[in-house]
């Protein structure tokens, strides 16, 4: 595959199922490096050290670690990077084959030596082109921008490799290479054309991953770190909010699928002559693209089981 195609959008559709706490998730693979930084960072409950730490083999030999200037107001995450000048990668062990996220934390400053804003990059692993071209200045990046992608590493090293482009350079501050569960994605799925696709051997970009309903979910109220975000701002048409109280049932979703506080909210639509529907908008890739949609079902508005009836139309 010579570009990632496929993007993945998580939006939860909420309504709530409800018995016991599954054991929080222990990934076999783990690493969280702080790019550039020459100690470990604290974000949360976890640490990200330091890229020169051992953790993980750099292989570069134009490489710089820059720290963002005084009064650099942001994130612990987002004060260092590592800047390249030449193609270079970092190589992760995997202990465990399998599905893992990759994240990538970019957020341009000026150093003393570099304007991170004038990087131009691509950015890849052995068998999959994750950002084919990331230019923080035509994207406007005023924030942090994590990447977040969800790979099957069959092999025993990942390789990801940042490759400036015309004569420009590329640049990171932190990596996340974390292990999934082997059934966070493993029905199939079917496209529009009603062709059957496995998305779990598919290279996936997050793009959106909302919590209709309810608040914005930190990467630490989240069993596998993930983030979601509020939905009020793609709501095109809207219906009430919803909250009651989670319990897990066995066999059905756990904490893994989405937190307690994404099945425990919903937008609940009340059948009126005026609004027949929930509407929400999402922006997407000019350019011809995949995207596979997974919706987020658990009852807790219906007085009995299997009463709810949902019509859900893309497009």
């Not at 924030?143 to 025993?156: I, T, W």
């Not at 909302?210 to 770190?225: E, F």
């Not at 709501?235 to 979703?253: F, N």
């Not at 699928?257 to 005026?274: F, Q």
Request: charged letters at 15%; aromatic letters at 10%; glycine letters at 6%.
């Amino acid at each position: 595959m010579d570009k990632l195609q496929l993007a993945l959008i998580l939006v939860g559709i909420i309504s709530a199922i409800c018995c016991f706490s599954a054991a929080a998730y222990t990934p076999a693979d783990n690493y969280l490096i702080s790019c550039g930084s020459s100690v470990g960072t604290t974000v949360g409950q976890r640490v990200f050290v330091a890229d020169d730490s051992g953790s993980v083999t750099l292989t570069s030999s134009h490489s710089a670690a820059v720290r963002a200037p005084p009064g650099f107001d942001n994130a612990a995450l987002y004060q260092t990077a590592r800047v390249f000048t030449a193609p270079s990668s970092y190589a992760f062990r995997i202990s465990r084959p399998g599905r893992h996220f990759v994240r990538l934390h970019f957020f341009p400053f000026a150093s003393q030596s570099y304007d991170l804003a004038a990087a131009s990059f691509k950015v890849s692993t052995q068998d999959a082109v994750l950002i084919d071209s990331y230019t923080p200045a035509k994207n406007g990046a005023s924030q942090p921008v994590p990447h977040e992608f969800l790979l099957d590493v069959a092999r025993g090293t990942l390789i990801v490799t940042f490759v400036p482009l015309a004569g420009g350079l590329a640049f990171v501050n932190a990596v996340e290479v974390v292990s999934v569960p082997d059934n966070l994605m493993a029905d199939p799925a079917r496209t529009s054309r009603g062709q059957q696709l496995i998305p779990i051997a598919l290279p996936l970009q997050m793009a959106y991953r909302v919590n209709v309903g309810g608040p914005a979910v930190a990467a630490d109220n989240d069993t596998l770190w993930r983030e979601w975000t509020k939905d009020q701002s793609y709501l095109a048409a809207s219906a009430g909010i919803v909250t009651r109280v989670l319990k897990y049932l066995a066999g059905e979703a756990t904490p893994d699928d989405a937190p307690s506080i994404v099945y425990a909210t919903a937008r609940e639509l009340v059948m009126l002559h005026t609004v027949d529907q929930m509407t929400w908008q999402f922006d997407v890739d000019k350019q011809p693209s995949s995207y596979l949609i997974r919706f987020h079902w658990c009852d807790v508005v219906s007085r009995a089981p299997h009463l709810l009836s949902i019509d859900v139309y893309v497009g």
